[in-house]
Structure formats: structure tokens, C-alpha cells
């Protein structure tokens, strides 16, 4: 068994030409590493949908058009576009779905989810995938980027997504190195994965959903860190044609009351205002530039760094605080 401990973000079409050159990776590219290759994903499911209820999802995969595998993936967490979920693979010889060659436990559970019933095909997802390994620290990273089509349902829509998946080391490394990359190309979180996307189209769905209106303002810096993961989700959304730029300019502004009152210094506060001014006025010439750049996810992305930072000093004087008060 493979655990699976990734990042999903999206991108623009600049933002997939301006990876591989950027500082970050150029810096900490491990270039023997390097890999193109042309995947063309197939997913099954039953007629009813009975893995996709389990959130289960049951992947053929064919690579170059010669190699053939089918995987698995069990359902798992996913915040801020950090995933994490089991992941079961075997070699096939040709294109067809098995049930067998997994892990006992999970054929069982495969084979009393589908009843007898056929795997069919639900979503079709092709596209050319870019990958090297990174080294952040301690850690290594598998950086890749997707750019393809997902098709399902007689609709579609494109692929342009970039991954950082934990090869070995800590989590973290995933969010410092997004915080760094996000300073010189686009970024958008992406908590769904390329076959729940497929799904929406299959069901006539928006791309993406905000995370709702009732935005309240953090108080200590370990519930700022969600809130501006959920303000990076709605700019995606936004991005993406569906979200509201009224909701983003009050997370904004109220992102920067959270800088000003916690008095972090530097010029944060005013440049959340500033962009807050234009997501609520709906200044389209201006906004279209700053999604293209991703001029306010880096900001965003650059808070969070910081807030994540002062979480763990914060959780770190609350633990040395405690004995003290139960004497």
C-alpha cells in the first residue's frame, strides 16, 4: 500500500509556460529526474455509481500508449488542496479493469461494492505530464504539470493543473514550497481530484463552488490559517468564472484587520485593502491581469506562510503556559 500525500493547485496557460524556468525550481530541480510522458486516464465506476458514493475511485491508466496499469485510490482528506488518501496499483496487459491483484482487503471491498455488477467507463481524462523531482530541505517533491482535457458526458473542460506530491520527508514542505512558487507564477488550490471534476461535468455542475458566505473574522493565528485557505479556494473559484468577487473582497478585508490587529508588521494589511478595493468593485481590467498573474493568490499564499509560522509559536507558548496554570 501506498499512502498518497499530494497538492492540487490550478494554473493559467502562463503560469504552465513560466514553471520549469521559475527560481524555485530551477534552484532545487533534481534534473536526472526529468520526465515527459502522454497519459491517457480512464475511470470506471458501476452504473449506479457505487464507488463514486464511497469516494472511491477505479483508474485505468495507459502511458506512452504502451504501458498499462490500473489503481485504486480509497477515499481520504483533502484541505486547501493537500490530499491525502491510500492508493493500490497493479500491471495490466491491456486496457480492460481487473478485481483482482490488489491487496486481499481491498478486492474484497472492491468486489462487495460492485454486487456482480460491470466496471464501465466514466470519465476520460487525456493530457501531457511534465515531471521532476525537487528537493526542499530534508524533503523530496515530485512536481509535476498536467495540461490535457477531461471529458465525460459529451462535455469537457481543460486540464492545467500542477502537483507536489511527498516523495519522502514532511508535509510542510509541500506548503513552503508552494508559498515560494506562488511569488513567481499563479496558483489556485484545488481540493477536488481530476475524476470528481470529470463528475461535475458528467452531472452539469459549476467547475467549482465557494466555500460559502458566512465569513467571519479569525481570531488567533491557527484559525486564520484555514480562513485564508478558504479565501485561495474562492479566488480559484473566481478564476474559474463562478465565484463572487464581493465574498473575496470581504475575506480580504478582513484578512487585513487580522494583520493589522495581530500587528505583523511589514505591508501585508495594505495590500489585502488595496486588492479588496478592486474584487468589490468588480473591476474587470484589473482583475482579469491579477488571475492571469495571480498577483493576490501570492499574497495569499505569502499570509499564509507567515500565519502557519506564528500558529506553531502560538501552539508552542499555549503547551509551556499549561503546566504554569495547573499549578
Aim: charged letters at 30%; aromatic letters at 6%.
Amino acid at each position: 500500500m501506498g499512502k498518497e500525500i499530494e497538492m492540487k493547485l490550478l494554473t493559467t496557460q502562463a503560469g504552465c509556460h513560466r514553471l520549469f524556468t521559475s527560481r524555485t525550481v530551477t534552484k532545487t530541480a533534481l534534473s536526472a529526474t526529468k520526465k515527459r510522458l502522454t497519459l491517457n486516464n480512464t475511470y470506471y465506476d458501476t452504473k449506479d455509481g457505487a464507488l463514486s458514493r464511497e469516494r472511491m475511485a477505479y483508474r485505468v491508466r495507459v502511458t506512452d500508449g504502451r504501458a498499462y496499469e490500473a489503481t485504486i485510490k480509497t477515499k481520504g482528506t483533502s484541505t486547501g488542496g493537500l490530499s491525502v488518501r491510500g492508493e493500490f496499483t497493479v500491471s495490466l496487459k491491456d486496457e480492460r479493469p481487473v478485481t483482482e491483484g490488489f491487496p486481499p482487503d481491498v478486492t474484497r471491498h472492491l468486489k462487495d461494492l460492485l454486487h456482480g455488477e460491470s466496471l464501465v467507463p466514466t470519465v476520460t481524462i487525456t493530457f501531457l505530464c511534465h515531471a521532476m523531482d525537487l528537493a526542499v530541505g530534508k524533503s523530496r517533491v515530485e512536481l509535476s504539470l498536467d495540461e490535457g482535457i477531461i471529458e465525460s458526458g459529451g462535455h469537457s473542460q481543460p486540464l492545467r493543473e500542477v502537483e507536489l506530491e511527498l516523495k519522502e520527508g514532511d508535509p510542510a514542505a509541500l506548503f513552503a514550497l508552494v508559498s515560494q512558487l506562488a511569488g513567481e507564477l499563479p496558483l489556485y488550490p484545488e481540493d477536488r481530484s481530476k475524476l470528481e471534476r470529470g463528475l461535475s461535468l458528467l452531472a452539469g455542475k459549476e467547475p467549482l463552488e465557494p466555500c460559502g458566505d458566512a465569513v467571519k473574522v479569525p481570531e488567533t493565528f491557527a484559525g486564520a490559517a484555514p480562513f485564508l485557505r478558504e479565501t485561495l479556494h474562492d479566488l480559484g473559484v473566481f478564476f474559474n468564472g463562478t465565484g463572487k468577487g464581493a465574498l473575496i473582497a470581504d475575506r480580504l478585508v478582513l484578512a487585513a484587520d487580522f494583520w493589522k490587529e495581530k500587528a505583523m508588521g511589514g505591508d501585508e494589511a495594505v495590500r489585502l485593502r488595496e486588492a479588496a478595493d478592486h474584487f468589490g468593485t468588480d473591476d474587470d481590467v484589473y482583475l482579469e491581469k491579477d488571475l492571469e498573474e495571480g498577483r493576490t493568490a501570492a499574497l495569499l499564499w505569502q499570509c499564509l506562510a507567515k500565519v502557519c509560522s506564528k500558529s506553531h509559536e502560538e501552539e508552542s507558548r499555549f503547551q509551556e503556559e499549561l503546566p504554569r496554570v495547573k499549578k
